[in-house]
Structures are given as C-alpha cells and as structure tokens.
C-alpha cells in the first residue's frame, strides 16, 4: 500500500547540526561542517522510513550563511512555495540551537526572526526547538539556558504560540523520538507558502490556496511539479539502525 510522505524541515543557523541530525537520523554521511565555513549551500532531501511512514527530511542551508541572508531566506521559501503547490504534507519544522551558546547575539535573533518571517506565527504548533550539544556544557548549567531561552521574546513567543522544546542528545533514538513527536501533527501552511501577490504565480491553477481549498482534497493532482529532489533514502525501521 502506498502511504503519502509526510514533509519535515530543518531550520537554523549555521552550524547549529541539522545535517548531523540527518545524518543520525538516516545513516546518510551528508557533508557535516567541521570548519568555520558554512556547509549546507541548497535545499536537500533525504527520504527515511519510521513506523513504515516515509518521511522526507528538508535541510536548509543556515540562516547566517556567508552569503545574503535574505537569498537564504528567498529560496527556502521558494522550495516551500513549490511543495505546497505539489500538494506535499508539510507536518514538522525542526529549528535547532546549541545549548553550548552561551549568548544570544544578534545573529542568533536574525536567524531567528527569519525562521519566523517563514514559517508565521500560526505555524507554531508544528514546530520543534531542538537543543543539542548538551555533552558540551555542564548539565545544570544547560538546564538553566533551557529556561533562559523560554524567557527570552523569541522562544518564549514560540513556545506560547504552541512550539516544543525537545532535547536532543546526538542519537538516532533521540532524534526519531522527535521525529514521532511531529509526524502526528495536522499538514501545516506556512506563512511563506501563502499567496502573496508579488510572488505569486499569474496561473490560477497554481496559485497559492489556504489548505482547505487545495486541489489535493479535490482532484489530487499528483505529479504535476517533480522538482522535489531525493538525494538519498534510507530505512530508519529497518534492524542494526545506529547512530554513527
Ligand atoms: N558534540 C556535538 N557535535 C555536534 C552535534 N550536532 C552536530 N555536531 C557537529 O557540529 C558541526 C556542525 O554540524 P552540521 O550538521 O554540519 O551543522 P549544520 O547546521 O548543518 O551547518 P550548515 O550546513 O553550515 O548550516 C559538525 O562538526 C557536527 O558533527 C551534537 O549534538 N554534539
Ligand atoms: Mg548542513
């Protein structure tokens, strides 16, 4: 039987281990950055199975990469705008943040407001705050940031408008454990995946529509768009999955 894939995207700065997330996640060796240059430069795929669900795992370059941080923003967005149109089930936004940041600079705000910019303020309750890098900090000291990042006007907006905090400690099974903590949730529209007039397509077939009116609960109009590239499948359910 044919089961739908359900969409999950990463988001964050630079750095932050969202294609390490992956990489646990798929048994994948996706390029990780080990310098001080950013790695990830465009929108990639990866498909996983778990709990016989495929879901497709969206990496994003960082938020702060070294070029134009508006381009970045532009063209996560695009991809978005075109899984919306394939009528794809966009279910879960992961943003990542080190625990081990002992600051919340301006970069780190900046990235954050272009998340938000993305994803809207509706689309809170399919996100997930995922800290990591915990075994680099001092744990109570970790677990003092935890609720430091609640007070501040970002998260703490967030996770008021529905967005979890989940803590992820660099294995495959903390990452599938957020994982199942998203996959239940409702497709989700993003801000970015709503019609706007000055980037909307001029096709009316196309545009951009609110979730209830999608061709998909109409005429499901599969296949139309394949611009969704896999670069790499792996079946998380299957036996002898480890974390590298
Ligand atoms: N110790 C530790 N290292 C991590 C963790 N997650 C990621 N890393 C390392 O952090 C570095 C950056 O990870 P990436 O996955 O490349 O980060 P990214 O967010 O994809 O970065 P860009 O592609 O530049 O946006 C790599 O060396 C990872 O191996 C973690 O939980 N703990
Ligand atoms: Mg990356």
Known sequence: ??????????????????????????????????????????????????????????????LDGDYNTSKITRAISTYLRTLYKE?????????????????????????????HQ?????????VAVVTNMWELVEKSRAEQRVQDLIRTSYYGKATEHGAQLLHHDNTSESAKHILRNLLNKEPVQLQCQ???????????????RPRSESPKHQSKRRGMLRLIPCISSKDCDSPGDKAS
């Open 194 to 208: 709503k019609w706007q007039p000055e980037v909307g397509p001029t096709n009316p077939d196309t545009r951009h």
């Open 118 to 126: 993305i994803c809207g303020e509706e689309a809170m309750y399919n």
């Open 87 to 115: 009528n794809k089930d966009l279910v879960g936004i992961v943003y990542m943040h080190r625990i081990s940041d002992n600051r919340i600079n301006t970069t780190t705000t900046r990235c954050f407001d272009s998340f």
């Open 1 to 62: 039987m044919f089961v739908e894939p359900r969409y999950i995207l990463l988001m964050g700065p630079s750095g932050t281990g969202k294609t390490r997330f992956i990489n646990i996640l798929a048994g994948t060796k996706l390029p990780e950055g080990h310098n001080l240059e950013p790695c990830t430069r465009t929108v990639e795929c990866t498909t996983v199975m778990l709990d016989g669900q495929p879901v497709v795992l969206i990496d994003t370059p960082g």
